[in-house]
Each structure stands twice: as structure tokens, then as C-alpha cells.
């Protein structure tokens, strides 16, 4: 529910010698892309808008009826869901790096836009759901 409203909401609002702009996630990565941000557009575009909903969808595949998938798949998908989960705040900290270049006194004002707290809920629910899966369950017979 949140995935949509971070994407789309104003994320940043900069004030720059008198005028202000607002970015979504989404604006922002194709405004990074299409101004030849190839690398950072790119980290924005997986971190932020791909993986998240893969690492999602995967633990709700996990978590329903695993009767479609041998043990050697379901534990492929649980080691593909961790190793997401290690490099899921790396848009985080890119943001943070970001703003902290951008920051330049007087010039530039940055202000949170409401999608930064949707974007900040995503993130931490995402988290949590990898935290309270149970593993275990996945090789538990009695499914």
C-alpha cells in the first residue's frame, strides 16, 4: 500500500534562488537518467522501485502455499530475499549523500516532501517483514 504513494509523492522540495521544485522517486530517477546519471539513476531505479516489491512478493510467495516448489527453490528464494535485504538501504544512504553535496548554505533550501515518510514506512515495514519471517517454516512439512 505504501510502494505507490512513495513513488509518486513529492519526495524532495528544493528552494533554489527563488524557486522551488518538487521531486517524486519516480521523477527523480528519470530526470537522473535522462541527464546522463547513468550510475546513481540506475541505483535508484533497483533499489528503490524494483527490488523492494520483489523482496515483497517473494517473502508473500514463501509465506503462502509452497507446495509448487522443491526445498532447493524455496531455499534459493530465502537466500535471494537476504541478500536483498543487505542492500536495501543503499538508496537510503545515497539519498543521504545526496542531500548532504546538495546542502549549500543559503543557496539551496531542502525541505521533506510527504512521499519521504511513506518512502521511510516502506522501507522499515520492509525490514521488519524480513526480520519476523521464519525460515524454518519453509522446510516444516505440516504446511
Known sequence: MLFLPAVSLPLLQLDRLGH???DSLWSGMVALLSEGYWL???VVLLFSLILPPVKLLTLYILCGSVEGFSHRARARMYRAVEALGRWGML???LV???VAFV???NLVSIHAGPGLL???LMVLLSLLAGLLFNPHALWDEEQ
Open 20 to 22: 522551488h521544485h518538487e
Open 96 to 98: 543521504a549523500v545526496l
Open 103 to 105: 546542502k549549500l548554505g
Open 91 to 93: 538508496d537510503v544512504m
Open 40 to 42: 546513481v539513476g540506475g
Open 118 to 120: 511513506a518512502f521511510a
